[in-house]
């Protein structure tokens, strides 16, 4: 049996960029990937430049179009349109493309990658964590990081993550050609989604077309609101193949490290519970999980505690914020439109929450509190 100095599962935003930096650090990484060929992945692709800190490397060569304006919308009339400041603060990716880019790069760094490989088992062996694929091979490392996404399986097994998963609804569509989506403006719909939003952020020759619902257990009529949504785009109601997805999202803090172990991007739950940002996380969690196992693995550190807490820090007591404003917004959302989104100064907030300058923890208390009164 190989033995590594860690074992990356899953070749998404997350791992890759996890690999990458240990690549470089000088470590032995292999990532597995369960899928050999580079399937079109659901999202939106909606990404604030700021991740670009987290690589020594240009990301541009895989943005598709830099966002200027957001619009939003209810019910497809009362529009809102915010200007987003300063230079390029808002891309959008395929997100099939970011992680293939991201994983050329771990692969130039030194990592091997292995595919199709899928993770089936996974266990403790003395000193080492050994994984077994779906046809019988076997590898064994120091360390395992866990980015598959948010079907792991893993969390619940090792005890790790939150208690109790909370998931998004979520349909998107792939759509060739822009409609009458305008250059560097992407689109934001409150009102024809029950507990939760739309949204059509445009491509290089596509438009990626969702919706998403965060509250409340219940699956969306996609269909009857994408024939709404779709020919005020200027595209046919039926147009494009939908792929519906449940997106594992934040919900409480949680241990996300154990022995040689970390959780990373959605199979962490790291997903924002309002607006659906996963792939910030995933990369911030990436390079967290790096830095924390290299510190680890050259002794300078005890365990990987200083991960989990890094996360809390710089990402879940945002989240934790932001799953209040959810709870309040969703539920109350012609309320929230009028006084979270129409208000004179929401454009540059919002803005500014979307680019990564501020926290849902900087307008939290606001927002609620105006949300509460307008109801009482
Ligand atoms: C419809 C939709 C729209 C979204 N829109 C946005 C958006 O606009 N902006 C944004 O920031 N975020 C968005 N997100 C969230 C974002 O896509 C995710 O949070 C992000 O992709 C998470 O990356 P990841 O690397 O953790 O997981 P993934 O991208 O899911 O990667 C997991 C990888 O692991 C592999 N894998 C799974 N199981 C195994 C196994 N057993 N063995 C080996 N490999 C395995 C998978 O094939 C995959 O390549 C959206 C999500 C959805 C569903």
Same mark, same amino acid.
């Given at each position: ?128 964590? @050994? ?42 569509? @792939? ?202």
């Amino acid at each position: 049996m190989i033995n590594q100095d860690v074992l990356v599962i899953g070749a998404g935003a997350a791992g890759s960029t996890a690999a990458f930096h240990l690549a470089k650090a000088g470590h032995k990484v292999t990532l597995l990937e369960k899928n050999s060929s580079n399937l079109i992945k659901p999202c939106g692709g909606g990404m604030a430049a700021a991740v670009q800190k987290w690589f020594p490397f240009d990301l541009m060569p895989i943005v598709d179009e830099v966002i200027k304006q957001v619009d939003f919308s209810w019910c497809l009339t009362d529009p809102v349109i915010a200007e987003l400041p300063g230079s390029s603060p808002f891309w959008i990716v395929q997100r099939e493309k970011l992680d293939l880019f991201i994983t050329s790069q771990a692969i130039n760094a030194g990592a091997k990658l292995l595919k199709p490989f899928k993770v089936t088992q996974l266990e403790r062996n003395g000193q080492f964590w @050994r994984v077994t694929s779906e046809d019988g091979h076997q590898l064994q490392a120091k360390a395992v990081v866990i980015a598959d996404g948010s079907k792991s399986p893993w969390p619940k097994a090792l005890g790790l993550g939150p208690a109790k998963e909370h998931y998004a609804f979520t349909t998107s569509v @792939r759509l060739e050609g822009r409609g009458n989506m305008k250059k560097g403006i992407s689109r934001f719909e409150f009102g024809l989604v029950k507990h939760g939003f739309a949204w059509a952020f445009p491509l290089n020759d596509g438009v990626n077309v969702g919706i998403g619902s965060f509250i409340g257990q219940h699956a969306i009529n996609s269909n009857s609101i994408l024939e709404k949504i779709l020919p005020n785009l200027g595209f046919s109601p039926n147009a494009g193949k939908r792929q519906d997805a449940l997106l594992r999202i934040w919900n409480g803090h949680s241990p996300l490290n154990g022995n040689g172990i970390v959780l990373v991007g959605d199979a962490a739950s790291l997903c924002d519970p309002f607006l659906a940002e996963g792939l910030r996380p995933a990369l911030m969690s990436g390079y967290e999980a790096a830095l924390s196992l290299n510190n680890w693995l050259i002794g300078e550190s005890e365990n990987l505690n200083d991960y989990t807490n890094s996360i809390q820090f710089k990402w879940g007591n945002s989240m934790a914020w932001g799953k209040k404003i959810a709870q309040v917004f969703y539920r109350f959302p012609q309320v929230g439109y009028q006084i979270g989104i129409k208000r004179p100064t929401a454009p540059k907030r919002i803005a500014e929450i979307l680019s990564g300058e501020i926290g849902y923890g900087d307008i939290a208390k606001r927002v609620i509190k105006r949300l509460f009164l307008q109801r009482a």
